[in-house]
């Protein structure tokens, strides 16, 4: 008896979101734009219809037995990119989701077998849904391109009439995931996609991927992780008392009594003594530190208040910029909302370690080690700078 044909892949809907646990070591968050590419490897996913293939034999005349399936293999993809902004990249790569294959015999006396490979090329738009300065959730939607590979074997009353079919045929593919940066080149990848694949009899099905993998970014720097330092208590630096101004000679006249400017006076906090480590909210240590400032210039008669973040040396430079900007401007915003500072009078900035406190020798070595963390805490610092009216 002849057998012309049979659903090789049917999918029920089976999508979840893979979540991902890393360690949160001070590494900085990738690039926002550019080149990039990438691999994953995983498990792909697919449910052997065994109720159409059921059908397909009795309409040949044939009863079938128990059904032996491979539904699940190791599939892989490989793929580039480029990233517009944080928010949207395209990308577009080659795939290959394995094989899956079902066994069963018959009644009049015989077996079928069969088995589909399912490989091709994609071409995505991802969207991009930054979390922190690490984290990231994305979703994507496009197309692939697949190339079906079928095989069938029959034997006893079991005649197929075309053993090796394909077909290629393009369709919908979707997926979710999250992703990790590592450092500003690499990048941490977890994900789940569904193709969705014809197969080489006029049928379709969809075919899940779950996988992890690497994002290389070109053009991105790999800084050193820096390590969790020790707090030491905040070094004030003030500059000299104003000068004592000689009373002017006797005069018939009475004169306008002389209007006092205090000179400029500046104030270094260690960034230990205000910050958590890689944080920008200001501790309650810090606060009263604040709190102190404040109520010495109530009833001072200032021009503007400068407030400058730094950091060390250690570390990317963009990294540094951003975390020493935050820090300046949460400490200008304590110094608003809680010293009563008038917010027109405060300024903030972040120089990243472009004002260092030490001399260039005196801090010796590139490699990140403790005894160089401890010669640079000078360096990591909130400098607050009151100038009077002239």
């Known amino acids: 008896m002849t057998f012309h044909h049979y659903n090789v892949v049917s999918i029920p809907v089976k999508l979840s979101l893979l979540t991902l646990a890393l360690m949160t070591a001070p590494l900085a968050m990738a690039q926002d734009t550019g080149w990039y590419a990438g691999a994953n490897l995983g498990q792909s996913n697919a449910t052997i219809d065994d109720a159409r293939i059921t059908s397909g034999l009795l309409g040949n005349g044939l009863v079938a037995g128990p059904f032996n399936n491979t539904e699940r293999d190791r599939g892989f993809k490989l793929f580039g990119g480029y990233q517009y902004n944080r928010y949207f990249s395209v990308e577009a790569g080659y795939f290959d989701?394995?094989?899956?294959?079902?066994?069963?015999?018959?009644?009049?006396?015989?077996?079928?077998?069969?088995?589909?490979r399912l490989k091709g090329l994609n071409l995505d738009a991802v969207g991009t849904l930054p979390i922190s300065e690490k984290f990231s959730a994305f979703g994507r939607i496009g197309v692939n391109y697949a190339h079906a590979n079928d095989s069938f074997t029959g034997t006893g009353a079991v005649n197929v009439l075309d053993p090796n079919p394909s077909a290629r045929k393009t369709n919908l593919k979707v997926g979710l995931g999250l992703q990790y940066a590592l450092t500003d080149a690499l990048s941490l990848r977890a994900e789940i996609e569904r193709y969705r694949i014809d197969d080489t009899v006029g049928n379709k099905g969809d075919v899940d991927l779950a996988s992890l993998g690497l994002v290389y970014r070109f053009g991105g720097k790999t800084p050193t992780p820096v390590a969790r330092e020790y707090t030491p208590p905040p070094v004030i630096v003030a500059q000299a008392p104003p000068p004592v101004v000689a009373a002017a000679a006797p005069v018939p006249a009475p004169q306008p009594a002389p209007v006092f400017v205090p000179a400029p006076v500046k104030v270094s906090f260690s960034a230990d003594s205000l910050f958590d480590f890689d944080n920008a909210v200001v501790k309650p240590a810090g606060r009263a530190e604040l709190d102190k400032l404040a109520a010495d210039?109530?009833?001072?008669?200032?021009?503007?208040?400068?407030?400058?973040?730094?950091?060390?040396?250690?570390?990317?430079?963009?990294?540094?910029?951003?975390?020493?900007?935050?820090?300046?401007?949460?400490?200008?915003?304590?110094?608003?909302?809680?010293?009563?500072?008038?917010?027109q009078k405060i300024n903030a900035k972040g120089v990243n370690g472009s004002d260092p406190v030490t001399k260039p020798g005196d801090c010796v070595g590139r490699k990140t080690t403790p005894a160089l963390i401890a010669c640079l805490q000078p360096d990591r610092r909130v400098d607050i700078e009151v100038t009077g009216k002239r």
Not at 108 to 115: I, K, M, R
């Open 97 to 116: 989701l394995g094989k899956f294959a079902f066994t069963t015999t018959t009644t009049p006396t015989g077996s079928l077998s069969g088995d589909i």
């Open 297 to 343: 210039l109530r009833g001072v008669d200032y021009d503007v208040i400068n407030v400058t973040g730094h950091t060390d040396r250690i570390g990317s430079h963009a990294y540094n910029q951003a975390l020493s900007a935050r820090r300046a401007q949460a400490v200008s915003s304590y110094l608003v909302t809680s010293g009563d500072i008038p917010a």
